[in-house]
């Protein structure tokens, strides 16, 4: 692709979702969805392959279908009150209407279907934005309009999410399916506990891009699709190996590292809140996230495939001078717990 093509995309990319969190009118809201939905499409389809094509269609139907439901709840509003904002009087209707349109933006279940096959169908860096970038607009929006939200759809959305994210995660033999499902479960965390604390949304939003950055840069330096192509990185990158397994674990929020605050912090939150049975349910579901994770770090570390090539035994290690991001971002992954004390007072 042209370079200046690239940089006016990417300038396009970054812009949208910026727009979006800055804006308190619903129009430019949208204006901005679109951006970072128009933009992201040719980096979708960069590759000629049928399997990026198919997933640049899927996405763009689905995230066009999303957007149409949010115009018309913002136009009807629009009509009703005369204004570009929502108020406590707006019809509880386009309020769920929104709700929905930004559920299928996030891939929330019930409405995650496509969001597995569009991250297994798109190269490692573009379903690293996919995943991290392109969810800060929809929950910008729940955000801002977090107090008008219906809290029994929210937790439904929630708890549905959560449950597909860990039991989808368990048959998954390709990585970044993997990252996919751990991307549901993660982001049904966050709308648990919108209508209580949207700060501790904001908390784990931080949190789970912090995570999931390192596990793609791990992934991309690996070249690792399969669970079964990591099987050599003990031999070929074992400090690359180490950090990944730290992240893994961290992601699959086992304390005292930083994964286990967001959890924590929810969970806690919940509790004050009179939701026993919520919290203990998406407990138990961490702990089948946190079982594919180190089914992961198991694969890496523990196993070598039979072969007959006896030059696989040979240790051949990656200089991480020229990638500074992944020791950083680890030590961060690892390390940031303590922050815990100033945010549970």
């Known amino acids: 692709m042209n370079p200046i093509t690239l940089i006016i995309i990417y300038f396009t990319l970054f812009m949208g979702p910026v727009i979006t969190m800055s804006s308190s009118n619903l129009l430019l809201m949208w204006v901005g969805l679109e951006m970072s939905l128009l ?12 399997r990026s094509t198919e997933a ?18 913002i136009i009807l509003n629009y009509k009703q009150s005369g204004m570009w904002m929502f108020q406590q009087q ?5 309020l769920n209407m929104t709700l929905i349109s ?23 860096h573009i379903g690293l934005i996919l995943l991290t970038w392109q969810k800060i607009a929809p929950l910008s929006i729940l955000y801002q309009i977090y107090q008008l939200l219906n809290p029994t759809i929210t937790t439904i959305l929630a708890i549905a999410s959560v449950f597909i994210g860990a039991w989808g995660g368990l048959n998954q033999t390709q990585t970044r ?13 966050m709308v648990a506990i919108l209508p209580y ?3 501790l949304m904001l908390l784990n939003l931080m949190i789970y891009i912090l995570l999931t950055i390192p596990m793609f840069i791990s992934f991309m330096m690996n070249s690792a699709t399969t669970i079964n192509s990591f099987s050599l990185a003990w031999n070929k990158t074992p400090m690359i190996l180490a950090m990944t397994s730290t992240v893994l ?10 994964g286990f605050l967001p959890k924590w912090t929810i969970i806690s939150e919940l509790l004050k809140n009179n939701c026993s ?20 770090i198991y694969s890496m570390s523990l196993t070598m495939f039979p072969t007959n090539n006896n030059s696989k035994m040979i240790s051949h290690h990656t200089n991480l001078k020229h990638n500074p991001i992944l020791p950083t971002l680890t030590v961060l992954s690892t390390l940031t717990l303590p922050l815990s004390s100033q945010l549970m007072t």
């Open 197 to 199: 604390n949207p700060n």
């Open 102 to 124: 930004m559920a299928m933006k996030l891939g929330l279940a019930p409405f995650h279907y496509w969001l597995p096959e569009v991250t297994q169908g798109i190269p490692m």
């Open 177 to 189: 399916k993997i990252m996919a499902y751990s991307s549901i479960a993660h982001m049904g965390w």
């Open 39 to 50: 933009a992201i499409i040719p980096l979708l389809t960069n590759k000629k392959t049928p």
């Open 249 to 258: 674990l961290s992601m699959g929020g086992l304390p005292p590292l930083t």
């Open 90 to 94: 707006t019809n509880n209707m386009l």
């Open 277 to 296: 049975i919520l919290s203990t349910l998406m407990a138990i579901m961490a702990l089948l996230n946190l079982f594919f994770y180190t089914r992961l």
């Open 56 to 73: 640049a269609t899927k996405y763009f139907l689905t995230q066009a279908t999303a957007s149409m439901i949010l115009l018309l709840a």
